[in-house]
């Protein structure tokens, strides 16, 4: 059985909490941990969560007599984030929400939850869209062309220096890299290992320069570090934990 005891424990305190379901075992796991309200997962297209589109109504049938609220569906088209060509990304979304309107005429409920960064834009059919990298942004997105500006970067400080190449001390143990290298302004990056990242400035730098890598993949990024601090320019205004980072 999947422990959703920590969920139920925030129901219990009060906090109202949705828990996406995609088969009977969650749907008994989050019944039995003290969940109260659920969405209907289904997939599609990212091959990843989600029950096939014409299995949902029966598992929001099993949801309601496991005693859960059922509030909708939700589909995320993880897939299509980061299509460039904006038709074709655009097309494919559709295809993706019709999958998810039929599913969600089974369930019944009144969320259609879905989208992101890279298509919120192109989803019209959600009544909620579940973008989060938008608010500090990443150079994946940045390269599709939305309205967000960059807000995050890792601060590094230069530590080698050579003719051809420096080095700051930002790495893969400081990186979220599956969307690929970072980038630094005014600079070609070439490659990052476990605490270094090597670029070629098209200005020259000195050890013990500050700068900014700007990560290609924000989410990953945020969760290797501790805090994150606020700034304008060079002044932090205050720092955060980041405390989900854990889980
Ligand atoms: C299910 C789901 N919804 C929404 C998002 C948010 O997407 P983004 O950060 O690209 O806006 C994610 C991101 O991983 C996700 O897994």
Known sequence: MLATGRIGALVADGARVTVAVDSAETVAAAAAGGVREVLVDVNVGLPRCGCPPEKAGDLAAA??????????????????MLVTDAADRAART???MELLLRAAEDV???????GGTGTYRDNTWASEIQAGSYALMDTA???IGHPFGQALSVLGTVI????DRAVVDVGL??????????????AQVRFCSDEHTTFAPETPVRVGDRLRVLPAHVDPTVALHERMHL?????VLETWPVDMRGW
Do not use: C, F, Q
């Not at 019944?108 to 879905?114: D, F, L, V």
């Open 63 to 80: 949801a309601r007599a496991a005693g859960l609220h059922v509030r909708g569906v939700m589909g995320y088209e993880g897939h299509l």
């Open 94 to 96: 559709r295809e993706a």
């Open 108 to 114: 019944g409920g009144e969320i259609i939850s879905a």
């Open 141 to 143: 997105y940045a390269r």
């Open 160 to 163: 080698s220096v050579a003719p």
């Open 173 to 186: 143990k400081a990186l979220g890299m599956d969307h690929g290298l970072p980038s630094i302004e005014g």
């Open 231 to 235: 700034v304008d320019g060079d002044t």
